[in-house]
């Protein structure tokens, strides 16, 4: 018995040893030795952070903003892998990538601020999804990638696998692809563990526990993503090799007019709009609806698509994009279209207008008002993300900067119904058409539009 039992040991210890070997020699280095704190520092926060068992274990704090522990070093292009779990669902976490301090931040006590890979233990499952931590907020909310949220389990570690390389950070969760963003912002930074904050009301002594930290700097070789998911691509106007792959297109490429003309004319509007610094903008002609430029539409038709379009807004300015647009009715003004609402809710009189705030931002105009978070809504003079999601089965989403706001049913006895009570009721079988075309709106205030995109759905 002794000796098979010294055999199993030494079986045993086979396997380790080469696993710890091909760790060394395929590239990777541990940025956490299992014992020491080493190579870290704690950049913000009164939370604790301090090695338990061979894990970083971080422990909330009353009275205390966001906490960091963060590296040393900086690193550009990398693979990064770490095991991570909490205990309680109520809280999260996250890693910081390419991140960086400002001292004056927090009323000069000092500030992290960076891209995040989320750890998120909450019913809202947004664990992987890529956060701009004291910056631009959510940039990959996981309500663009659903099926990923089924990947984190609270209770139990959790694998996490984050590639960034160039402008492309990728996240995956226990193998799961989850969020693909394309962005410039940030080429290189430290990396850092986060120890959310807690409210008045909750409790101390949270925690959150990271083991296994491990990165990769060279020869990196990123692993297959999953197909078909969604895409956040900051980036002016281009596609990314996977975009394309996976059947997207540009409809604009920011510098001409190639794919679009007036919505009543042979070609493009000489007047009434412009294309400068990547973007293609209506000309403010003081609220005065159609009558500079007027509509522009894409010369192809789409029956069931996704398209993506980021907007900016004039203070008190009116625009939308519309879709299944036909050109059929030749009525006076804007052309007829399903109506993606652009508009500042604020300031342009039309937001108080029709039922139940059906004319505001992003809502299918005088049909489904959009139920928006404010969070979610950039500022005048921000530059918004809208997203027309359109399956084959007539099943439509409206999303604003990666949320969904709203959906229906077209063709449906609800939304038949809904037209029957609102401006559409005198077009027959209004929204209903098979195909149409894209239509980006004059209606006579300065409203610019770029990165616009789209997919067919089959």
Sequence with gaps: MKLTRSIMILACSAFIVPAFAQTKTSGWTNL??????NGW???????????????????????????FL?????????ILEADIKIEDSTFNSGIQLRSHFDPDGNDGKGRVYGYQAEVDGSSRAWSGGIYDEARRDWLYPLTLHPEAKKAFKVNGYNHYRIECIGSDIRTFVNGQSVAYLVDDADKKGFIGLQVHAIGKNDKAGKKVYFKNIRIQTANLKPVPFSKNIFVVNKQLNTLSDYEKSNGWKLLFDGQTSKGWKGAYKPGFPEQGWKIEEGALTV???????????????????YNAFDLSFEFKLTPGANSGVKYFVTLSENNQGSAIGLE??????????????????????????????????PRFVRKIGQWNTGRVVVLPNNHVEHYLNGVK????????????????????KVWPNFGEAPKGHILLQDHGNEVSFRNIKIKTLK
């Design 340 to 373: 993606y609402q652009v508009l500042d809710d604020e300031l342009h009189p039309d937001a108080k207008l029709g039922r139940d705030g059906n004319r505001t931002l992003s809502s299918l105009y005088d049909l489904i008002t959009a139920k928006k978070d």
């Design 70 to 78: 963060v590296t040393e070093k900086e690193y550009g292009d990398f």
């Design 41 to 67: 520092k704690q950049a913000t926060g009164k939370a604790k952070y301090e090695v338990v068992n061979g894990n970083i274990v971080g422990t909330t704090v009353t009275g205390s903003p966001n906490s």
């Design 283 to 301: 000309i403010s002609s003081e609220g005065k609806e159609s009558a500079n430029g007027g509509d522009i539409v894409t010369i192809d038709e």
């Design 32 to 37: 956490f030795d299992g014992k020491t704190l």
């Design 405 to 424: 706001v709203l959906e229906y049913e077209r063709g449906s006895k609800s939304f038949r119904d809904l037209v029957a009570i609102s401006k559409y």
